[in-house]
């Protein structure tokens, strides 16, 4: 059974940083791409950033220059390091897992809100 565990929400003011972690339990985590979505009040869950398990990245345009996904496999952890907040990047964050673009797993989510 695999588990995602997601940390690091909170409130931010608009321009501050946040990061989040999520920690994988299970033993396919080295092989699996790790993900970071995003679900904000009345819309669809969308996909923030992506790394691959070869450490590839991809950016949702939003996003791109101001967060930075990581991951490192001895731990089973990933990490989504976000800057220049702004208070349309307040959603709930999930952590995935799973091969390339397909999202196996899913964390139980971390609220963050940028607001002054």
């Known amino acids: 059974q695999v588990q995602l565990v997601e940390s690091g929400g909170g409130l931010v003011q608009p321009g501050g940083s946040l990061r989040l972690s999520c920690a994988a339990s299970g033993s396919i985590f080295r092989g699996y791409a790790m993900g970071w979505y995003r679900q904000a009040p009345g819309k669809q869950r969308e996909l923030v950033a992506r790394i691959t398990s070869g450490g590839n990245t991809d950016y949702a345009g939003s996003v791109k220059g101001r967060f930075t996904i990581s991951r490192d496999n001895t731990k089973n952890t990933v990490w989504l390091q976000m800057d220049s907040l702004k208070p349309e990047d307040t959603a709930v964050y999930y952590c995935?897992?799973?091969?390339?673009?397909?999202?196996?797993?899913w964390g139980q989510g971390t609220q963050v809100t940028v607001s002054s």
């Open positions: 995935s897992m799973g091969p390339s673009t397909v999202v196996l797993y």
